[in-house]
């Protein structure tokens, strides 16, 4: 089955999906950042429309005109608190992303 017909699949069984025909999208979302597939995004020839899926980053054109400052603590070479709070690694790194995202920071095409 191609996407479209594991929609439908989907829809016509009851089992929720993220995807619809609309959005035909889905991703992977970690700590290591977010990718996605579906739609546009598989044509090589085509310049996948960014506009339509990127939820979790922002589009540098969108971003903030300020900057947004934030400050590392480290321990023997390891970052330990972000802005003067104590976070387990995992947490800062998730901490991070979002700030980053919000700046249009973390994207790129491949």
């Known amino acids: 089955m ?3 017909a594991e929609i439908e699949y989907a829809k016509e069984h009851g089992i929720p999906v993220p995807a619809t025909i609309d959005f035909p999208y889905s991703d992977d979302d970690n700590m290591g950042g977010i990718t ?3 739609g546009e995004i598989t044509d090589p020839s085509l310049i996948a429309p960014e ?3 990127l939820t979790t ?3 540098p054109k969108n971003a903030p ?3 947004e400052f934030i400050a590392l603590e480290f321990e023997k070479g390891l970052p330990v608190a972000l802005n003067g709070e104590t976070l387990s ?3 800062l790194i998730m901490k991070l992303n979002k700030v980053a995202g919000a700046h249009g920071v973390g994207r790129f095409r491949f």
């Open 2 to 4: 191609d996407r479209n």
């Open 36 to 38: 996605w597939e579906g």
């Open 51 to 53: 506009e339509k899926f």
């Open 57 to 59: 980053y922002t589009l």
């Open 65 to 67: 005109d300020k900057p």
């Open 89 to 91: 690694l995992a947490q």
